[in-house]
């Protein structure tokens, strides 16, 4: 067996989870893996007696772990700037592709706060070279001399790129982490609430600022603007699940406890939930089926 047989097992999570953080979407970081595959195959000079294809072995590296981790930061950071390119025509606002995590992922992932929704969409308002530099640093701990080779900058440059994306992170996402519980015991009310169509108990739920976002990606009927203040957002909700009867299931989605909505069985929307002092401040839902079809694929 190669270095690489012996050893991508246990780097595969790290690299999805670098081009999954850095692009958003499942689809593309997916792709990502496969291309660090094959170019990492090519360089296994150990595989079958072959030479590499580029003359170049991976006998010489050292921690193959980063080297994969930089070449998948790589190959992402050219696909957000064309992914950018490409949501100016978005049809409504734009989700980051739910990830299914936890006991029933079909794969390992690694999780922590760089992988959330929320953090993803803060992400969203980086510089494409911010967001490189402070996953890589932040989530991966590379040192800035392998950032600055993937971004072509200097190893100071790629720092201060890292620390103004923290700077500005920190001034969007709330400072108090919600614990588990008080998330979960929130989630539980807001669904046994939602499922009696109780409006009096969900209006107690929603922070009053709540805003309501739904991605449908212009493939299925889906508000284009986001829904802000608490009574709208209950009337949204409400009269939604008037039309269809809609069951919620609780799952783990990008680290944490969210919703997958079904409808006659089959998945129709991933719902995420942001929550400050017990109050639900941001509803989430994604629809766009493009987005639905993996997850959809991995369910048990």
Not at 156 to 166: D, E, F, M, N
Not at 171 to 182: F, I, N, Q, S, T
Request: glycine share 6%; hydrophobic share 45%; charged share 30%.
């Amino acid at each position: 067996m190669s270095r690489l047989d012996d050893e991508w097992p246990a780097h595969r999570p790290a690299v999805f989870g670098a081009a999954y953080r850095i692009t958003g979407s499942v689809a593309d970081a997916e792709d990502i893996v496969q291309d660090v595959w094959i170019r990492a195959h090519s360089r296994d000079s150990r595989r079958n007696g072959e030479a590499p294809q580029d003359g170049d072995s991976l006998d010489g590296v050292h921690d193959l772990r980063a080297w994969l981790i930089t070449v998948a930061a790589r190959r992402a950071y050219d696909v957000l700037g064309s992914a950018r390119a490409r949501r100016v025509d978005y049809v409504g606002p734009w989700l980051p592709e739910p990830l299914l995590t936890g006991p029933d992922a079909a794969e390992p992932v690694l999780m922590d706060e760089t992988a959330g929704t929320a953090m993803l969409l803060v992400m969203e308002e980086l510089t494409p070279p911010e967001r490189v530099a402070f996953v890589l640093h932040q989530a991966f701990d590379v040192p800035y001399e392998q950032i600055a080779d993937v971004l072509g900058k200097t190893p100071a440059a790629c720092r201060q790129l890292a620390s103004r994306a923290r700077r500005k992170i920190a001034a969007a996402l709330p400072h108090r982490p919600v614990p588990a519980a008080e998330r979960e015991k929130v989630l539980a009310a807001f669904r046994s609430a939602y499922e009696r169509r109780d409006e009096a108990a969900l209006l107690e739920l929603l922070d009053p600022d709540a805003a309501y976002t739904t991605d449908g990606g212009g493939r299925v009927f889906a508000a284009r603007k986001i829904i802000a203040g608490a009574g709208r957002v209950v009337t949204a909700l409400l009269r939604v699940s008037a039309r269809t009867e809609m069951r919620i299931v609780p799952a783990q989605i990008n680290g944490r406890l969210e919703f997958l909505v079904y409808r006659d069985d089959h998945l129709a929307a991933v719902d995420t939930v942001e929550v400050e002092n017990s109050r639900i401040t941001a509803y989430r839902r994604v629809l766009n089926p493009l987005k639905l079809e993996r997850l959809t694929k991995t369910l048990p």
